[in-house]
């Protein structure tokens, strides 16, 4: 049996033992849109992350009985087509969750205590030229005893509001913008106007593309702060930007963009404010996500082969 990698940059240089023992491994480091029919032409089985496989590409490979996107999310797979091909489609949930816990709350951190703007001052020489013994330039504020709102109620916004009620917070539920109000959940209007920190855990789709824009962020307390460990585009990043800049909300830590790498012309990309964290879409990468990620992969082609059907989604 053939597998190819698509894009083994995604895996960080990990061992790929587990892969290797199922059959003949092919890997490349990354796949440009003009060399995806070459890199798959061989291939019984590809795994993919972001690597674009759309009707047309599959439909020529012949070949092909497997597609293990090594991810959640199965956007960059055209699932009809390979329904119609009779290629099986798997993915991975839930091996982020930790990873993409914590780093929401290192954004939270940094931006309630002001670390990394400390840290910067302590490289430039500020602490040693101190008249006192520490520097209380800027706020550092608690997280216990806030109001922290999130944005999708799933595993990962379950995962959050846990670590959040350990902090102390005050811990709410938005409801889905514009339904009605179940138990257990707080209108979504409500919860961002009365929220100090509020964290997006929600998928992107049509109902939550600018979920968050202009007209949200004048609700929010101009002490509140977002963050958004989910997708670009749930937030509007234009609105966005004009909101820290004009100190409509006190600040934000955004881990993914519309369109990724970041563009040049991105307007958080281009933000100077102190009061943006932004990070290159990491939250879901610690080394122990991307081992448990390639073992549930191996898993998911070891059960394939087997006939068995493990986190198939065709």
Same mark, same amino acid.
């Given at each position: 049996m053939n597998i190819t990698i698509l894009d083994n940059a995604t895996l960080a240089k990990t061992s790929l033992t587990c892969i290797e023992q199922l059959g003949k491994l092919t890997t490349y480091e990354l796949t440009s849109p003009e060399q995806v029919i070459e890199h798959c032409?061989?291939?019984?089985?590809?795994?993919?992350? %972001?690597?674009?496989?759309?009707? +047309?590409?599959? *439909?020529q490979l012949k070949k092909l009985k497997l597609i293990c996107v090594s991810a959640t999310g199965t956007n960059n797979v055209d699932l009809e087509a390979a329904k119609e091909f009779?290629?099986?489609?798997?993915?991975?949930?839930?091996?982020?969750?930790?990873?993409?816990?914590?780093?929401?709350?290192?954004?939270?951190t940094n931006l309630l205590g002001n670390t990394h703007r400390y840290q910067a001052d302590c490289q430039q020489g500020a602490w040693q030229k101190s008249d006192m013994f520490c520097i209380l330039d800027y706020s550092f504020n608690d997280l216990?005893?806030?109001?922290? @709102?999130?944005?999708?109620? #799933? /595993?990962?916004?379950?995962?959050?509001? +846990?670590?959040?009620?350990?902090? #102390?917070?005050?811990?709410?539920?938005? =409801?889905?913008? #514009?339904?009605?109000?179940?138990?257990?959940? /707080?209108?979504? =209007?409500?919860?961002?106007?009365?929220?100090?920190?509020?964290?997006?855990?929600?998928? $992107?789709?049509?109902? /939550?593309?600018? $979920?968050?824009?202009?007209? =949200? $962020?004048?609700?929010?307390?101009?002490?509140?702060?977002?963050?958004? /460990?989910a997708r670009g585009g749930i937030i509007n990043e234009v609105d966005l930007a004009t909101?820290?800049?004009? !100190?409509?909300? &006190?600040? @934000?830590?955004?881990?993914?963009?519309? %369109? =990724?790498?970041?563009?040049?012309?991105?307007?958080? &990309? !281009?933000?100077k404010g102190n009061n943006l964290l932004l990070t290159p879409h990491i939250a879901w990468a610690s080394t122990? *996500?991307?081992?448990r990620l390639i073992n549930e992969v191996s898993l998911n082609i070891a059960a394939f082969t087997k006939g068995e059907s493990r986190n198939r989604l065709v």
């Open positions: 032409q061989d291939a019984d089985v590809l795994i993919t992350n %972001k690597v674009v496989l759309n009707r +047309k590409t599959i *439909s009779s290629i099986a489609v798997t993915n991975v949930a839930g091996y982020s969750t930790p990873s993409v816990v914590q780093h929401t709350f290192s954004l939270i216990q005893g806030k109001t922290f @709102a999130i944005i999708g109620g #799933g /595993t990962l916004g379950q995962g959050v509001a +846990k670590v959040a009620e350990a902090f #102390g917070a005050n811990v709410i539920i938005a =409801e889905r913008k #514009g339904a009605a109000c179940r138990d257990g959940r /707080t209108p979504f =209007e409500e919860a961002i106007q009365i929220a100090d920190i509020i964290s997006v855990h929600c998928p $992107l789709t049509d109902e /939550t593309r600018d $979920l968050i824009a202009l007209n =949200e $962020l004048k609700m929010m307390k101009p002490s509140c702060i977002i963050i958004n /460990t909101a820290l800049e004009q !100190n409509i909300i &006190a600040g @934000a830590g955004v881990d993914v963009l519309t %369109k =990724e790498p970041a563009e040049l012309s991105n307007p958080l &990309a !281009n933000y122990e *996500s991307i081992v």
